[in-house]
């Protein structure tokens, strides 16, 4: 018999006034991965559109949780934001590369990464060139 796990942990910190991280704990899938989009929407809602989700203590995401990256990924994009993911466990990036997500998610390997392309990418409002 295997074991579920139907418990999902994240916290939540804001590097930035419009930026959230999102630390994941636990295995995303059928059972948790409506906890990670309501907490991630919660984030959106709250101002802070721009959303990396730290997958450091994530063993395992099924196909669930991969379109649960896909409703974050439109909802943040909707509220001018962007969803990057940091420190993704090797076969989800895999499976995101292989479905093609991977183009329109971009992956870091570390969360100090993803804050620093968001930043290049002028996502704090910073001296970015205005259109």
Do not use: C, F, K
């Not at 999102?22 to 989009?37: M, Q, S």
């Not at 183009?103 to 970015?128: C, F, K, N, R, Y």
């Amino acid at each position: 018999m295997s074991h579920v796990n139907d418990t999902l942990g994240t916290t939540v910190r804001h590097p930035g006034d419009r930026t959230a991280v999102v630390v994941v704990a636990g295995d995303v899938d059928l059972h948790t991965a409506p906890v990670l989009r309501a907490q991630a929407l919660t984030v959106v809602e709250q101002g802070s559109p721009h959303v990396v989700l730290d997958l450091a203590q994530v063993d395992y995401v099924d196909s669930t949780g991969l379109s649960t990256l896909i409703v974050l990924l439109h909802a943040a994009q909707e509220a001018g934001g962007s969803l990057r993911v940091a420190s993704v466990p090797g076969r989800l990036v895999r499976m995101v590369t292989l479905t093609g997500i991977s183009q329109m998610l971009p992956i870091h390997d570390t969360v100090a990464d993803a804050l620093a392309a968001l930043g290049a990418d002028g996502a704090e409002g910073g001296d970015g060139p205005s259109a």
